[in-house]
């Protein structure tokens, strides 16, 4: 069975400041992998995804993550936070053939400070 | 512009009761999904549906029930059965036809118990 994990339940940067978000997943084969952002009260929106090919993607917003096979990790960073970044960020990973849905992590808590 | 549409925003349910909350896509997406969360729990899936008059049950199927009679609509029924039902509950919808696809989310519905 797949699984994420987030090890960091609440993560505090001061604006302006790189930030690094840590991913680690269990996927017997090539996973597909996401990160989401939420935003109190809204449903999620797709920052990025990885289905194949270079490792290092990029998404909205500025955002980019590296998929490390080795390290089974996807962390998602950010070269500059902005105070709007602050929200809620989830991970997932998905099979890469027949039909399959998605694990989620249980989330990251992204505080911006001035 | 396509998207997906839950209604209503908040709900409140009575002991005993069974209410329904409603997912509406346009997206002509195959596939749809329901999502519970908790503070600090992240997603768990409650039903998914691959195609019209077929779901599945996912991880916290208990005291839940859907129906997919059209493509464009996935109504999730909470019945008393579902002893701790307060909390939010999202949609999401994705291509589906095999492999992880990115799923698109409504902006969710907040039941709570009076």
């Known amino acids: 069975a797949q699984s994420v994990t987030q090890p960091d339940i609440h993560i505090t940067v001061s604006e302006g400041a790189s930030l690094e978000l840590r991913c680690n997943y269990s996927?017997?084969?090539?996973?597909?992998l996401f990160w989401y952002v939420q935003s109190p009260g809204q449903g999620l929106q797709l920052l990025l995804k990885?289905?194949?090919?270079?490792?290092l993607v990029q998404g909205i917003k500025g955002f980019e993550a590296e998929f490390k096979r080795s390290q089974s990790s996807f962390n998602l960073r950010k070269p500059s936070v902005h105070w709007s970044d602050a929200a809620e960020y989830f991970c997932a990973v998905g099979a890469g053939s027949g039909y399959s849905t998605l694990t989620f992590g249980k989330g990251t808590m992204l505080l911006v400070s001035p | 512009d396509g998207g997906i549409t839950q209604s209503p925003k908040y709900l409140f349910r009575k002991e005993g009761q069974n209410v329904t909350l409603s997912c509406e896509q346009n997206l002509n997406h195959d596939a749809m999904y329901w999502y519970r969360q908790d503070p600090g729990q992240g997603l768990r899936l409650i039903y998914y549906?691959?195609?019209?008059?077929?779901?599945q049950k996912g991880d916290i199927a208990e005291g839940y029930s859907v129906s997919r009679e059209k493509k464009e609509s996935f109504p999730l029924t909470v019945t008393s059965a579902q002893k701790n039902p307060t909390a939010f509950y999202l949609c999401a919808s994705s291509m589906g036809q095999g492999r992880a696809q990115p799923q698109h989310f409504g902006d969710g519905t907040r039941l709570s118990i009076l």
């Open positions: 990885y289905f194949s090919g270079d490792t």
């Open positions: 549906s691959h195609i019209v008059n077929d779901f």
């Open positions: 996927y017997g084969a090539t996973p597909y």
